[in-house]
């Protein structure tokens, strides 16, 4: 518990500190205002009024209260000033700068830190936590921390004022403490006991709720009763709900009351019967000062309330800044700015030694992994489902390395160039592809374009054999894509926007050509073009497909067929269906119907 | 003005109705607070100071002190319940009333309404609006009995003390009124201007890290520079924007804040109230403080008052398109029509035309087809040539613009559609796996009795159909293993072939005698895909049969091959009549088997 705490002021100071080297302006103009709050609270709970009594009972002349509230109005017309300074300005403008630099900041520590961290649901949850409003979050945390620091002195100072005022006046905060202190955090426990205990309720509601509106599941609540069992889904975390708020009930009641009493009754009814005893039965206290010592008694009881409640939030804001911090201080494994040599444009070969890899460390994916590639071949990678094909992809790209083993580039390890110049090597069309909001040209060159393009986009879009479609839109290959910013924005089928990712590959100059089931959501004919164009344009370019159409795989110069968690049969099509084994068996079976069909011609020649 | 009135009245009923008690505390909570404070700070403290101006005798302010003193711990007591037991408790109820009505809808909506981006977009903004329109309307309430308590008992108050105060408390408001239209209007149009290039910087931050960008990023650098480039460019732009307004920003602001509030209430009204003290002697000092003190209360109370057209104009937007939407009559009825006979019945479609919108090309032309019971249709054709559409209308999950379907000889519009569709088993290519048991998800039904040893077998028997046993074997839970990490952390996240197995025992368990297919083996390997098959061949059984694939292998055994192109039928047959005809389907049938008869000559 001590060291969390121990943890928790440290990471404030890191977000004071970072927020410092953003935008010093915000940090220091952030100090000024919450300091000149609290004085002007206190000034006007324990001054003001004070010297206004204070002058009628000596009988000030009408005079010396006109030049009191003139000098007060001028220190407050330039209290406001500076307040509204910050508010119409400071604020607005810098949060902005805020939030471009450390925009900047976590989106460039984003795309550096590996691919794992994307794939790794903790590390990922955590992260989005940090990145989630990032921006106003770090200034809030900065906010409070001042809040601590001059709520802390205020408090001082209020207690002080009540203290110069009667001796004994001052004893009486010991009731808001107590409520504050004892019963408040005991309320604290009890309602984060409760939000816990009600998280998996609240989950369950969240559910219900995305499945009865998102599209994706609008047929079979249409055609099942699946509506039934959501429904009940609901009415079941909603008594989950109200058993667990029936379990806090007492204990939260007995608190809230205590609580109220004492921040609020005990201190200020307490303080009047009090004031008026000194002032009407001892005499030793005058009506002036009966009239402040309220008013300060109030102050200071919000005051202690909101530094008690500063303190929570710098608390909480402690334990969003560790997520920012982990994300920040993270040590990437393969960092994308990696340095070393550049690797030459021709590949004489890929060559993967040994290779065992593991997403967790426990359960290897793949184990004792060999195989070469040649350049300027093709190859075919083929296995089940879930038999590793996408994960040796990623070893490929060092999306991953491997837990042991190693992947030479031209007989030299991957590691010992420069990633970036690495990936530049490959094109890839993943089957999980993402367009983005940008133009269909900007769209397959993955850069800005300009007229000098057209040639290369257009002749890509037509080997992908999605051009006529792309003419058709309005504003042709310099149509946006989605409808995110722009009401025109194009919405391609699947099968069309596979062809666009699929036209990337066209469109570079890539020594290697990945295709990750390229052809999964097009139609017969399609699919059949799209190869014959792959083939086609392959130039000197080297070649990995990964297929469930044996069809079109069974070209390569090379197969491989991937299989507990290695390569089990490699070799031409026709050496592996001599070999009989697995892949023979795959295709066999993929081919048995096609076949009959000839066999039936055979027959009938 | 009447329309939020009534859309207010409208959600206080379902509200009200759900929770009565709860309800009326909410307003009883507002008028105790600020009438506990009033009587605390403005009553008390100036009955203690005239004790100690008037030196009235102790016992006196001793009794009235103690008396506020037993009333408000009074009246915390059940507060202390309504905080931490009422609110937890109703709350979420009070949510639920408006979503069970709005999910009930959301079950019942044409599907086409999903197609119609907008009014999806209506539809999704009122669900995700649907608790902060209730907790928006709980404040509304809140904020109207508050203000108007204080309005009356420090109104009163100032009526008999001393009445000046309320017209200078009425000037710092009317002025008020006019330059915070200003402001919000300078506001609203900065908002109008920033807010498609902080939509940019939205995007550009969600491409950063959501996970499905992260591997195209770092294959694509530059198209990262790109984005990164239109980040900073946003913020330019919204700095200088922000810059631009501030002068007159500063200057609005400071003018409500400094010169109607503090100078007008603070400054000029206490030094009236001095000057009625010290020149005019027609008013005690304690009153004086006690007068200055409230003017913060007053105008809060007229700020509360003014502020609520607007929060309740705001919010009956919002409940007016939850009104709307519950209102809307989906033309697919329901609940209503005719029985349907169990057993394999012929289709027909006759002449049936279908466009998704009016606006939206027609996607099906004129399409007649015959389908006896029993018969086997597979659906072929190019990407977009309406096979899916063709099916949707089959289901009834879309209503032909032209023609009509036919069932057992009658209009599927005659059939209790529940009960039409019972007599369905669909798999689609995209089905989702839920959030409850495995055999939840099997059944896809409240199940009551969860031990019913028939019902458990014949789950079993769909999932072994499916090719599913295996699995089901290595589940420790068995039938009981909840699906899916949604809210179990014991829960099995199966993957995409597993799903697509329990997805298709769902089609094995009903017992239809309709199967639908739509592309379900297309993630799956070879060998799955052959296993699959198999399994659909025997699972058919007598049952009418429609297959949509694109892997013609798997759909040569239909007694009918139905080829479409661009909405047409343009061939059919069986697969050897239409390989006779040597058109569109024997072209598509060489492309893709000629490398597979290649190696079998």
């Not at chain 1, 471009?100 to 903790?122: H, I, M, P, Y």
């Not at chain 1, 426990?189 to 499945?211: L, P, Q, T």
């Not at chain 1, 036209?503 to 050509?513: K, L, T």
């Not at chain 2, 079950?107 to 539809?123: A, H, I």
């Amino acid at each position: 518990m001590k060291k969390e705490k121990n943890h928790v002021i440290k990471n404030n100071l890191y977000a004071v500190k970072m927020l410092f080297k953003i935008c010093p302006a915000l940090v220091i103009n952030k100090g000024f205002v919450k300091m000149a709050d609290y004085v002007e609270w206190l000034f006007y709970s324990g001054f003001y009024m004070r010297f206004i009594v204070y002058g009628l009972e000596n009988g000030k002349s009408y005079d010396f209260f006109v030049i009191y509230l003139s000098v007060a109005a001028l220190v407050y017309m330039i209290i406001e000033l500076y307040f509204l300074y910050n508010q119409g300005y400071i604020d607005p403008v810098f949060t902005n700068k805020v939030n471009d630099e450390l925009g900047k900041l976590l989106f460039s520590k984003a795309q550096n830190v590996e691919l794992r961290c994307f794939e790794d649901t903790e590390f990922y949850n955590r992260y989005t936590l940090a990145m989630d409003k990032a921006d106003t979050r770090l200034i809030e945390t900065v906010d409070t921390f001042w809040g601590v620091i001059f709520g802390f002195i205020a408090a001082i100072a209020s207690f002080v004022f009540l203290f110069q005022i009667d001796k004994f006046a001052v004893l009486f905060v010991i009731f808001p403490i107590i409520g504050n202190f004892v019963f408040n955090r005991k309320l604290g426990m009890i309602d984060y006991e409760r939000n816990k205990e009600m998280a998996v309720h609240n989950r369950k509601n969240a559910y219900v709720n995305r499945v009865m509106y998102m599209t994706e599941y609008a047929k079979e609540i249409r055609l099942t009763d699946v509506f039934k069992l959501m429904k009940k889904r609901f009415s079941e975390s909603m008594e989950g709900i109200s058993a667990v708020a029936k379990k806090y009930k007492g204990r939260g009641a007995i608190n809230h009351i205590l609580r109220c009493s004492f921040t609020f009754s005990f201190i200020f009814e307490g303080m009047l019967i009090y004031g008026s005893y000194r002032t009407l039965v001892s005499k030793t206290m005058i009506a002036s000062e009966l009239a402040v010592i309220t008013s300060m008694m109030v102050a200071s009881t919000w005051i202690l309330i909101e530094f008690t409640d500063s303190c929570m939030k710098s608390y909480q804001n402690g334990l969003y800044i560790d997520n920012l911090r982990n994300f920040l201080e993270y040590e990437e494994v393969i960092p994308e700015d990696y340095a070393g040599d550049k690797p030459s444009e021709m590949i004489e070969s890929i060559e993967f030694k040994n290779v065992c890899f593991s997403y967790d460390g426990k359960e290897n994916i793949i184990e004792n992994l060999s195989l070469k590639m040649e350049g300027s071949k093709t190859y075919a990678l083929v296995g089940y489902n879930g038999a590793g094909k996408s994960t040796l992809i990623k070893l490929l790209l060092r999306f991953y390395d491997p837990s042991s083993g190693e992947i030479l580039l031209n007989g030299r390890n991957i590691k010992e160039y420069e990633l970036k110049e690495y990936r530049k090597l490959f094109a890839c069309a993943f089957q999980d592809h993402m367009l983005f909001s940008a133009s269909i040209r900007e769209n397959i060159l993955m850069r800005e374009s300009t007229k000098e393009d057209d040639e290369t986009v257009i002749k890509a879009l037509k080997n992908a054999g999605v051009y006529d479609k792309v003419s058709e839109l309005p504003d042709g290959i310099d149509t946006i894509m989605t409808k995110e910013f722009d009401e025109n924005g194009a919405i391609l089928s699947g099968g069309e926007s596979q062809k666009i990712v699929v036209a990337r590959a066209f469109a570079s100059n890539a020594s290697v050509n990945v295709f990750d089931e390229p052809s999964s959501a097009l139609d017969p004919i399609a699919e059949y073009e799209l190869f014959d164009n792959i083939i086609r344009n392959k130039e000197k370019k080297t070649m990995l497909f990964i297929s469930h159409r044996l069809s079109s795989v069974k070209d390569a110069d090379r197969v491989f067929l991937l299989s507990d968690k290695g390569i089990t049969e490699t070799g031409t099509h026709e050496e592996l269906m001599r070999l009989n084994g697995k892949y023979a068996n795959m295709y066999r079976k993929q081919a048995e119907n096609y076949l009959a069909i000839s066999m039936g011609k055979e027959e009938a020649v | 003005m009447k329309r939020t009135i009534s859309n207010h009245i409208f959600l206080w009923k379902i509200l009200f109705k759900e929770a009565p008690f709860y309800m009326l505390y909410v307003l009883y909570n507002a008028f105790r607070y600020q009438f506990m404070i009033f009587v605390e700070h403005t009553l008390g403290i100036r009955y203690v100071l005239h004790c100690a101006e008037y030196h009235e005798p102790f016992n006196k302010a001793l009794i009235v002190v103690l008396i506020i003193l037993f009333l408000t711990i009074l009246t915390f007591t059940p507060d202390g319940f309504f905080q931490q037991y009422w609110m937890q408790k109703y709350k979420p109820r009070l949510y639920k009333a408006l979503k069970d009505r709005m999910y009930a809808k959301a079950s019942e909506l044409d599907l086409s309404c999903y197609d119609n981006p907008e009014y999806y977009n209506e539809f999704v903004l009122s669900v995700a609006e649907s608790e902060k329109t209730v907790d928006r309307f709980l404040e509304l309430l809140d904020f109207a009995v508050q203000g108007i308590t204080i309005l009356i008992s420090s109104g009163i108050f100032y009526l008999l003390t001393d009445w000046t105060g309320i017209v200078f408390v009425a000037v710092s408001f009317f002025l008020s009124l006019i330059f915070n239209k200003m402001l919000n209007k300078l506001n609203y149009d900065l908002r109008l201007k920033v807010n498609p290039l902080e939509r940019k910087r939205n995007y550009v931050s969600r491409v950063m890290y959501l996970r499905d960008f992260a591997k195209e990023l770092r294959l694509h650098p530059e198209m990262k520079d790109k984005l990164l480039k239109e980040f900073s460019e946003a913020n330019d732009i919204i700095i200088k924007d922000q810059k631009k307004v501030s002068f007159k920003r500063i200057l609005l602001m400071y003018i409500l804040r400094f010169v109607l509030n503090t100078l007008i209430t603070d400054a000029l009204y206490m030094a009236f109230l001095l000057y009625k003290v010290a020149v005019l002697h027609k008013l005690g000092y304690s009153d004086a403080i006690v007068l200055a003190g409230r003017t913060g209360d007053l105008r809060r109370s007229m700020r509360y008052i003014s502020d609520i057209p607007a929060k309740a104009k705001e919010n009956s937007m919002y409940i007016d398109k939850i009104r709307s939407f519950l209102a809307y009559e989906p033309v697919i009825d329901k609940e209503n029509g005719e029985d349907v006979e169990k057993g394999c019945k012929s289709f027909e479609l006759k002449n049936v035309s279908f466009r998704y919108t009016e606006e939206s090309p027609e996607i099906l032309h004129n399409i007649s087809l015959k389908v006896n019971p029993g018969e086997k249709i597979a659906i072929v054709g190019y990407n977009g040539s309406g096979k899916t559409t063709l099916i949707k209308l089959l289901m009834r999950l879309y209503d032909p613009t032209e023609g009509e379907v036919l069932y057992d000889g009658k209009d599927i519009k005659d059939y209790d559609l529940r009960k039409y569709h019972d007599r369905m088993g669909v798999v689609f290519q995209d089905f989702n796996m839920y959030g409850a048991s495995l055999l939840e998800n099997v059944c896809l039904d409240d199940i009551e009795d969860k031990d019913n040893e028939e019902l458990k077998e014949n789950v079993t028997k769909a999932l072994k159909r499916s090719g599913f046993s295996d699995r089901l074997a290595s589940l420790e839970n068995g039938l009981d293993t909840s699906v899916t990490t949604e809210f179990d952390e014991e829960g099995v996240d199966f993957s995409g072939g597993e799903s697509q197995k329990v997805a298709i025992a769902r089609a094995f368990f009903k017992d239809a005698d309709i199967l639908i297919m739509d592309e379900p083996s297309s993630a799956l390997d070879p060998i799955a895909e052959y296993n699959l098959n198999k399994a659909m061949h025997e699972a058919a059984g007598d049952k009418t049969v429609f297959y949509i694939s694109h892997r013609l292998s798997t759909t040569r055994d239909a007694d009918r091959i139905i080829m479409l192109e661009k909405g047409r039928i343009i061939e059919e047959g069986s697969h050897d009549e239409l390989l006779k005809k040597n058109g569109k389907y024997a072209e598509m049938w060489h492309v893709q088997a000629s490398r597979y008869e290649a190696e079998a000559v």
